[in-house]
């Protein structure tokens, strides 16, 4: 939890609709990329600070060996994460991650996100943008008024170079498996006039607005959910980067130092109870409390539409920019089967009771869509998954994608399979990561683990073919799976050396 999800600086749309006449000699950036160049201009009317702390960056080499650490073919590519640098990261799962240890408020503005924009990627809340930019591969509407625009690629080999990094294959994580062909080389500042092949491009497009007021009622298919959002409060879709970025942020309009705030965050439960999970998030905030930074004012048990629900009240001192603010927080932690939602209210002290009506009616309101469905959280511990890694755009991916359904599907929904689940997580996420890193370095090894895996998801196939229905199903089809896999990993190699030793 850290205070800047508690800060929304809307920059007002429409403060200069005025098209910025650059001079002759105004400042362009280039990316020396090694799939090429890519040369940028800026909006200095539209986002001044962004441009001075871009320009600043670039001129220090900030973002000189970094990595295109997040491709999205047909979406964007993404990049500034110091991270990403060589001999700054010990995994690839802790790109993404870094910043220049500040951060810039938003500066909004209604320029599109069209293909070739440069925009500034952020956190949940608006003001937390630092180093790290996206360059938009094709039209994104729905960027618009979310994402500071601040500049865009003027040359036809920035689109080519672009092109070239869009279309990189990309493990799950959307990291390239070739990521060298992703790296910026070096970056330096120029004048206009020396670049010489530069496009006539007309002013850029722009929006009429780009963040959705709501009207009451709030439905998301796709996550499987319906609430009742205040009226009038901006809603965002952030970018889904880790488990604790929430799926659904409402921004509500300034009163005191601070907007209030309503978020939904879904993740997987992955056979963990309610009180594992609780215990999970208060590890997590231990730190702050510890430090006296925040504080619980209550907590209780309940149920929300049937659903059991853990209720929680918490106060604490943030920092607001150079000031200082107190805000209060009351979160829902609500338990299905399968997913837990919490839907967190955080408000400035002095306005929290009155509005906590609000949340109130919100967590009323709360419902699961029947027949839902939602995409797979990959990576939830981060990093890749090893298995994933080796099987891609091989033989194997089909067979890994029904194992996914057959775990959702039918062992999650039994307490010995979720709890297999939750013991083997825990092992396996110990250490896929690190040899997901070593597959995408090394050709041959991924061929090995591969081979390796082979007869562990073929043996897994054959759950498709039973009728597993009860828990005492379930325990005889896995013991059975596990001692034939025990057989084929152990004694028959064991049995093997054996004879050929005699």
């Not at 870094?98 to 938003?106: H, Q």
């Not at 729905?142 to 920035?158: A, C, P």
């Not at 110990?430 to 562990?456: C, G, M």
Request: negative net charge.
């Amino acid at each position: 939890m850290t205070h800047k999800t508690l800060f929304f600086g809307l920059i007002a749309l429409l403060i200069s609709p005025t098209y910025f006449v650059f001079a002759q000699d105004d400042k362009l950036v280039i990316l020396h990329t090694t799939s090429g160049k890519m040369v940028i201009e800026f909006f200095p009317d539209d986002a001044p600070n962004h441009v001075k702390n871009f320009l600043k960056l670039v001129e220090s080499g900030f973002y000189d060996r970094t990595i295109f650490h997040r491709i999205i073919k047909d979406f964007m590519i993404q990049g500034g994460d110091p991270n990403t640098k060589p001999g700054a990261y010990t995994k690839t799962s802790e790109w993404g991650t870094g910043g220049p240890g500040y951060t810039i408020d938003a500066e909004f503005n209604n320029i599109s996100h069209k293909r070739g924009i440069v925009s500034m990627a952020r956190l949940t809340a608006p003001n937390t943008a630092g180093s790290q930019f996206f360059i938009v591969h094709k039209d994104t509407p729905s960027l618009d008024g979310k994402y500071t625009v601040f500049g865009r690629l003027v040359t036809q080999e920035s689109y080519e170079t672009l092109d070239k990094i869009a279309s990189l294959e990309t493990a799950p994580n959307n990291i390239a498996y070739e990521w060298g062909k992703a790296e910026i080389l070096k970056t330096e500042v120029v004048s206009r006039s020396q670049i010489p092949d530069l496009l006539e491009l007309e002013q850029p497009v722009r929006a009429e607005t780009g963040i959705e007021p709501s009207t009451g009622k709030y439905t998301n298919k796709k996550l499987g959910i319906s609430f009742i959002v205040p009226t009038g409060w901006l809603i965002q879709e952030p970018a889904k980067t880790n488990e604790d970025v929430p799926d659904i942020v409402a921004v509500g309009p300034k009163i005191f130092d601070v907007n209030p705030t309503l978020s939904l965050n879904i993740v997987f439960t992955t056979g963990k109870t309610l009180d594992q999970r609780i215990f999970e998030v208060r590890q997590k905030l231990q730190p702050a409390i510890t430090e006296g930074i925040l504080k619980i004012e209550k907590e209780e048990r309940t149920t929300i539409n049937g659903m059991p629900t853990h209720l929680t009240e918490a106060s604490g001192i943030f920092e607001i920019g150079n000031a200082t603010a107190n805000i209060s927080f009351a979160e829902a932690l609500i338990a299905t089967p399968d997913k837990f939602y919490t839907i967190t209210y955080s408000n400035d002290e002095s306005n929290f009771d009155k509005q906590k009506i609000l949340f109130e009616k919100t967590l009323n309101s709360f419902t699961i869509l029947s027949g839902a469905t939602s995409d797979e959280k990959e990576n939830q511990k981060g990093g890749a998954c090893l298995i994933a890694t080796a099987a891609y755009g091989s033989e194997l991916t089909k067979q890994i994608q029904q194992l996914r359904e057959l775990r959702d599907n039918t062992v999650l929904k039994t307490q010995s399979g979720s709890s297999f689940m939750a013991a083997f997580n825990d092992a396996y996420y110990s250490f896929s990561p690190t040899v997901a890193d070593w597959e995408r370095q090394n050709p041959i090894f991924k061929e090995a683990v591969k081979l390796t895996i082979t007869p562990l998801i073929t043996s897994l196939s054959l759950l498709h073919h039973t009728e597993i229905n009860s828990e005492a199903g379930m325990l005889f089809y896995g013991i059975g799976i596990l001692l034939l896999n025990i057989g084929v990993y152990f004694i028959g190699p064991a049995l093997l050396i054996h004879k050929m030793r005699k």
